[in-house]
């Protein structure tokens, strides 16, 4: 699976952007989707769950009622929509997809990554 995500972008604290991520290869319904950000000078961090079905989703509590993630499987695209944005959601976005079973909530159930997206939040 190849991942590229897009959308990123210059917003004001308050503001809101939408990013989303094109998969090409494999089939993309065999896989769970998640949003990863890895801001300067920290680790890379969870961001919002998918599974292959959009049935269910799960949020970083930093997240949690700010940011809503979808996907399309006939369009093989998965979105990131995240409102209310603040500065320290400043970083660099990535996509990611991971098979069934794997921990979706730690980078290392993921199998493909997209090259990331940069989202600066100015105060």
């Known amino acids: 699976v190849q991942l590229q995500a897009y959308g990123g972008g210059l917003v004001q604290a308050g503001g809101s952007l939408r990013l989303s991520c094109a998969a090409s290869?494999?089939?993309?319904?065999?896989?769970?989707m998640g949003w990863f950000r890895q801001a300067p000078g920290k680790e890379r961090e969870f961001v919002a769950y998918?599974?292959?079905?959009?049935?269910?989703?799960y949020y970083a509590d930093s997240v949690k009622g700010r940011c809503t993630i979808s996907r399309d499987n006939a369009k093989n695209t998965v979105h990131l929509e995240m409102s209310n944005l603040k500065p320290e959601d400043t970083a660099i976005y990535y996509c990611?997809?991971?098979?069934?079973?794997?921990?979706?909530?730690?980078?290392?159930?993921?199998?493909?990554w997209g090259q990331g997206t940069l989202v600066t939040v100015s105060s």
């Open positions: 290869g494999r089939s993309f319904s065999n896989y769970f």
């Open positions: 990611a997809a991971g098979p069934h079973g794997r921990a979706w909530y730690s980078d290392l159930g993921y199998d493909y």
């Open positions: 998918i599974t292959w079905s959009g049935a269910t989703t």
